[in-house]
């Protein structure tokens, strides 16, 4: 061997070496994740920020209702660049299933991160976070002893005394929805029909609005999701935290059928270009670091069971919740449309 072959084979030996040696200094990943999200939450640009400074993987996002995330993924079939679609209501998630969209996420990480009863039976979409449906009570008018179960706020007792956002939001469609499966049709139209007649103004704004009704005089309770009392408590705005101080927290039915819980929630997208970016971000979302996070900042509560829960959320007291499969949400939304119409819920 001459000496221009030895220099050429130890040239690339050292490029060898220092490739090698470059893989083991820099554990980082490379590349990019498109995530859909129809959640519009500070808490989530600040882990899609984290996850980036600890993986490398760039995160790009694109918001907007989950509606119209849905039809622009059907729309742009397989050439679409979304990789993970999140939205904030299990019957929303379950739609995207049945449509087609998602595809099974294979992580022992997010199984072991992720309780099953929070998750797709298929594995197509995971809970990222809970947030319950509760009664929201003025301290000074109203004793949690004289509430009980979403059922009584249709009695003659709450008459002109009840506040609550639209039945176009999705939170009180699956509400309804959740009703119909437990309790079917004919008994939650009549549940529709009296807590409408016990409204104490036309439906108007959303929860944060509700709260601040009943604070003001407009009712005495609101139906409402525990993460915004935790928000007003913790505005920037004083008027907001003085409104949060006078209600109190009563999670209903725990004698019975348990409390309406909805779920925020990612699905891996069938046709991802970046699958594995995807799954990397969804083990993220869902580990024990994230789900502090959430819980801290914007009160929702955590699916992973290791993850701290702050005082304030466990000064609310544990509860009993529906333990329905979020699916049903989605199958029965057509007929809580169609009950809250009937009984002129606006």
Avoid at 138 to 148: A, F, G, I, Q
């Amino acid at each position: 061997m001459n000496k221009k072959s030895k220099a050429v084979i130890l040239l690339v030996v050292a490029l060898m070496v220092g490739l090698i040696a470059g893989c083991g200094s820099d554990s980082k990943s490379s590349g990019e994740v498109n995530v859909y999200t129809a959640r519009h939450y500070d808490v989530d640009d600040t882990l899609y920020a984290k996850f980036t400074e600890k993986t490398g993987i760039k995160v790009n996002v694109v918001q907007g209702s989950a509606p119209e995330l849905i039809e622009r993924i059907k729309r742009e079939g397989k050439s679409t660049s979304a990789d993970v679609f999140i939205t904030v209501d299990g019957g929303i998630l379950d739609s995207a299933k049945k449509a087609g969209l998602l595809q099974p996420i294979e992580s022992k990480v997010i199984d072991e991160q992720v309780q099953s009863d929070l998750k797709d039976t298929d594995n197509e979409w995971i809970g990222l976070s809970t947030r319950a449906r509760i009664i929201a009570y003025v301290k000074d008018r109203v004793d949690p002893s004289e509430l009980s179960t979403y059922e009584d706020l249709a009695t003659e007792k709450w008459q002109d005394k009840v506040v609550v956002r639209s039945s176009t939001n999705m939170y009180n469609q699956s509400l309804l929805a959740s009703m119909i499966a437990i309790n079917g049709e004919e008994a939650t139209e009549k549940w529709a029909a009296g807590l409408t007649a016990n409204l104490a103004r036309d439906p108007e704004g959303g929860d944060r609005d509700q709260a601040k009704a009943i604070v003001s005089g407009v009712g005495d309770v609101a139906i409402m999701n525990t993460y915004y009392v935790g928000q007003l408590l913790n505005s920037a705005d004083p008027e907001e935290v003085k409104v949060a101080e006078q209600i109190g927290v009563f999670f209903p039915n725990q004698e019975t059928t348990g409390t309406h819980i909805n779920i925020s929630g990612a699905g891996l997208i069938k046709h991802s270009k970046n699958k594995e970016n995807a799954i990397k971000l969804i083990e993220f979302l869902t580990d024990v670091e994230a789900q502090g996070i959430v819980a801290s900042t914007n009160f929702e509560f955590p699916v992973n069971k290791k993850a701290e829960i702050p005082a304030l959320l466990k000064s609310w007291g544990e509860f009993k919740h529906q333990g329905l499969d979020f699916a049903a949400y989605g199958d029965y939304n057509a007929k809580a449309v169609e009950i809250a119409n009937k009984v002129g819920w606006k």
